[in-house]
């Protein structure tokens, strides 16, 4: 532990075990005592190829040697190949990079708010999803549904109208002629890993395109391989007409993205931009971990490995008489019947392995997407002695 006063210079922004991070490797983070974790949170879904993956540190020294920043009043190479190969592999047309999920969103709220505008007789409303989860700005935390945030920052953003996930009649009920987009995430992430079905989101692309509104997919946490293919989207055999991509994409560096069909981009110039937007640094890192994502039996390898994790939960579910698992891919969820997910990670953290308390009742995985079947039964087996002690099934 260090001194208590060296931790006080950052804000206090949220609760922090005193261990402070200085290396990681793989599935595998140490602290400054030398202790070393098995990481299945992995920057919060963000590491997709581990921590330090040789790819993305050759790709950031590489590009840092040869150009930075050359403002975004340039084109640059990596931003173009970055967005050339994301609309080849997607059903997107166009591409604009941020820095952030939240970022990604805010112009996804903006592209559609214009698009209203234009299109819709001024239509400025978007309906999302009740326990939602979009970002920390006042836009993307108006968009967002989590019940505790209703009273913070007021006045919100307005023009957000929120429905129960996987509701079609609710959603239907609340499209106006104010109406511009539906907005959603195809696995609620931080509400503890919710899937919105299949035939819902079938149902809903048909009532949006009948009712002549956009689909808005934040996949910021699903994308990028994480759900098992490298979008989520894809699973439900719908295309959404904006789609926003964060975390994975860039394996840990700060890039973000917004993809749009083209018959909605309106942006003109002077409506979105941003100084570190599309910067070749971080743009190298995408084209490096997509060209990973891409290689043959990557994804297929993820949905494998998906499974074994989910199989090896359901055995533990059983054992110990906990609830259902859910999620696909390698965002995956455990539901326990108390809520002691919290002191589970304590507990699990204590032993070496990071896990994440969603909900005070949902333990979430959500491991790099090249970890190996003997780290998931390290996982698992860490995970087998903490819940036979805590629900005394031992
Ligand atoms: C993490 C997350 C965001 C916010 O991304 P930041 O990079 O933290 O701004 C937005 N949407 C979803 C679904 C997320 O999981």
Redesign the pocket.
Known sequence: MLDESAYQALMSITKRPASVMVYGSGSWLTDHEGKRYLDFIQG??VNCLGHSPRVVVEALSNQASRLISPSPAFYNDQALRLANQLVVHSCFQRVFFAS????A?EGAIKLARKWGALHRNGAYQIVTMENG????TLA?MSASGKPHWEKLFEPKVPGFIKVPLNDLDAVVGSIGPETAAVML?PVQ??AGVIPASREYLQALRRLTRDKGILLIC?E??TGMGRTGTLFAYQQAGIEPDIMTL??GIGAGVPL?ALLAKEEVCCFEPGDQGGTYNGNPLMAAVGCAVLEELLRPGFLERVRELGETLRYGLLQLSRKHRLGEVRGAGLLLALVLPQPKAEAIAELARERGLIVNAARPEVLRFMPALNVTIDEIAVCLGILDQILGEVFETA
């Open positions: 919060w879904a952030s999920g939240a970022e969103n989860f979009h970002g920390r993307t995430e992430g931080e934040d910021v946490q964060g975390k973000a």
